[in-house]
């Protein structure tokens, strides 16, 4: 009954895979399917000026520490938001300065402006327009002292090489210098704008689950800006970057040693991990599914080898394939039983003298079931019938030998 060793077979697989997936599966899941469980995409809308990086922690343990790390042009971040879905809601670090209390206690001369800048429902603001805006503030204050509108602008724009340097030759001795009065104030001005920053950058943080860190740029970040994350399991973190005319740059994302990822279009962020592994390994894919077949068929193979056939199956296997192995297995399983039954018998019939050999009466009951059965592609039910007509057979022998 080739179909019941079928069906023990599968039966014994999927008994097996069980037991694997209860004992074990868990260690060797997180070894092979760990890099699918974090998976990253980038899109970009040249035209609207938008780069969104989405991240999404399929598996069930938190990820690793992840950063994004993005060399940014001065002046070419408009915005940044972050957020739980891909289709919203966002909370924007525009939207983190507008609603931080410290902002308004820096509104100076141009208040109208930044109060139209720090307005939410202001379409064209950006975080350079603003940051520009809150340095015409400095620049107000210093021609406030006296300063003429040159001695200003040549000590701004002096101000970002020599900085350094003018902060330790404004000693108390000098304090009273052109120079050293507006160095006094561009420092009050820096103090209050990396405050500002802190706060804005700690209210978007918390409302995001995203941190960002840049250390040049005081509301709009230039060069290098890390913005850090972690996903908790089933979570996705969606950062959306919104750029001026300036070239998107290129970003880098870093994960930690022991946590790998990998990069998917943004479509198959939440998709099953057994669609994800084919279409992005495929070579693997392909190696991992040789090497699976080859299994199936040696385990197979193994256990349906006519040695492990039962006698009623391994007499149907011989008079189905007349294969000469599967007789010689029969007969190492059948030949003392056919010898044991003639003799019985010729017993019977008065004829103990028969001296026929094992091997010729075994030869006798073959012929006869090719003959009856094999020719007209019949088979056993069962291993009652198969005894009952070779005993037949051995009657019909003893009988008239």
Request: proline share 3%; glycine share 4%.
């Amino acid at each position: 009954m080739m179909h019941w060793k079928i069906l023990k077979f599968l039966a014994a697989i999927s008994a097996a895979v069980l037991f694997f997936y209860q004992s074990a599966f868990d260690p060797l899941r997180k070894l092979l399917f760990a890099k699918y469980d974090l998976r990253w995409s980038v899109k970009e809308e040249k035209q609207e000026r938008i780069q969104t990086i989405a991240f999404r922690n399929s598996g069930s343990e938190p990820s690793e520490a992840i950063q994004i790390e993005i060399e940014f042009p001065q002046g070419a971040v408009a915005d940044f938001e972050g957020g739980d879905f891909a289709g919203g809601p966002r909370v924007s670090f525009l939207q983190a300065v507008a609603r931080t209390p410290y902002g308004t206690r820096v509104l100076h001369a141009n208040k109208t402006q930044l109060m139209r800048l720090l307005d939410e429902h202001y379409p064209l603001r950006s975080l350079f327009q603003l940051e520009d805006s809150f340095r015409a503030n400095l620049v107000a204050d210093i021609r406030k002292s006296g300063h003429s509108a040159a001695d200003t602008d040549i000590f701004l724009r002096l101000q970002a090489s020599h900085h350094e340097t003018q902060i330790l030759g404004c000693g108390s001795a000098n304090e009273r210098k052109p120079s050293c009065e507006m160095e006094q104030q561009l420092e009050q001005w820096e103090y209050e704008m990396q405050g500002f920053r802190e706060e804005a950058c700690r209210a978007w943080g918390a409302a995001t689950g995203i941190s960002v860190n840049f250390a040049q740029g005081y509301l709009g970040p230039k060069g290098k800006t890390t913005f850090s994350l972690l996903l908790r399991g089933r979570e996705s973190k969606f950062l959306t970057i919104h750029y001026g005319a300036d070239e998107i740059p290129p970003l880098k994302i870093a994960t930690s040693q022991e946590q790998e990822s990998i990069k998917v279009a943004a479509a198959d962020l939440e998709a099953s991990r057994w669609k994800i592994v084919p279409w992005y390994t495929p070579i693997n894919t392909f190696v991992a599914l040789f090497i699976l077949l080859a299994l199936l068929w040696l385990a197979w193979a193994m256990h349906t080898s006519p040695r492990k056939l039962s006698t009623l199956e391994l007499f149907n296997l011989a008079l189905r394939t007349l294969s000469p192995e599967a007789w010689n297995l029969a007969r190492e399983r059948r030949d003392h039983w056919v010898e044991r039954e003639f003799h019985f018998y010729c017993t019977i019939f008065g004829k103990a003298n028969l001296g026929e050999s094992r091997a010729r009466l075994f030869q006798y009951v073959q012929d006869r079931l090719v003959r009856d059965y094999s020719l007209y592609d019949l088979q056993f039910e069962s291993k009652e019938e198969l005894e009952k007509t070779m005993r037949k057979y051995l009657r019909h022998l003893a009988m008239h030998s």
